[in-house]
């Protein structure tokens, strides 16, 4: 059982707070990622102001981080893996079955806070149980249990800190663009707020135009600076 730190909400108006928490040995479906970075979503924030009965909260889903253990169950990764987290799905539903995991039936039962299925604690504070299993993850914290069906195994070398938005931001603002928007090459896009899911959006909408990302990522790097006041992106 992993002693370590974690980011806990105590109330919805309340700021967090770092506690010295403990997190379960994997159950059999379970991975027990040592995180290396995580991305902070305004869903975090959304979920910490939402209602004040059910604390201590531990938040967090856009993890990175390397497997320290597996459940007996637990195939597709292995302790020494580099992994990126996400959002849970369950696979067999009828928008799972069609590769629709984002639109997956059971997703809200799957990713919301809360304990194990049979009601046990995957962390506790002080002897005292935190909900967490946050889109099956939790990931402001030290140690985070996760499943197969939300680790995705990356490449050994992958910087854990660009990789973790990947887990939601990242995707999020892509797909959208990508799955929803679906620019051609002379649409005018807007962007409104340029962090994780912005700035995918951009870049997404950027290989339906051919223009190398880097101009782009210099541009709007200037602009967030203040070095540039006007939006300089147009095309
Ligand atoms: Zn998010
Ligand atoms: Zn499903």
């Given at each position: 059982m992993p002693a370590t730190s974690a980011v806990l909400s105590y109330g919805p108006q309340d700021p967090f707070v770092v506690a010295d928490v403990d997190v379960d040995d994997p159950r059999q479906d379970e991975i027990l990622v040592r995180i290396e970075a995580s991305g902070v979503c305004h869903t975090d924030l959304v979920n910490r102001g939402?209602?004040?009965r059910d604390r201590p909260v531990l938040l967090g889903h856009e993890g990175a981080g390397v497997v320290e253990a597996v459940g007996v169950q637990i195939r597709s990764v292995q302790p020494g893996?580099?992994?990126?987290l996400s959002?849970?799905?369950?696979?067999?539903?009828?928008?799972?079955?069609v590769q629709r995991p984002a639109y997956c039936r059971k997703a809200a039962r799957l990713n919301h806070f809360g304990a194990r299925a049979d009601g046990t604690p995957r962390v506790t504070v002080g002897g005292v149980p935190v909900l967490d299993g946050f889109f099956g993850q939790s990931s402001l914290a030290g140690y985070a249990l996760a499943h197969e069906d939300n680790t995705v195994v990356v490449d050994p070398g992958t910087d854990p800190v660009i990789a973790a938005?990947?887990?939601?931001?990242?995707?999020?603002?892509a797909g959208a663009v990508l799955n929803v928007l679906r620019p051609r090459p002379d649409s005018a896009l807007a962007v409104f707020g340029a962090g994780a899911v912005g700035l995918a959006g951009v870049l997404a909408a950027l290989d339906t135009t051919g223009r190398p990302h880097a101009d782009v990522a210099d541009a709007l790097a200037r602009q967030h600076s203040?070095?540039?006041v006007k939006p300089v992106l147009t095309w």
């Open positions: 939402a209602g004040d893996d580099r992994v990126v959002f849970r799905h369950c696979g067999t539903c009828a928008n799972c079955r938005p990947l887990g939601c931001g990242f995707q999020t603002g203040g070095e540039v």
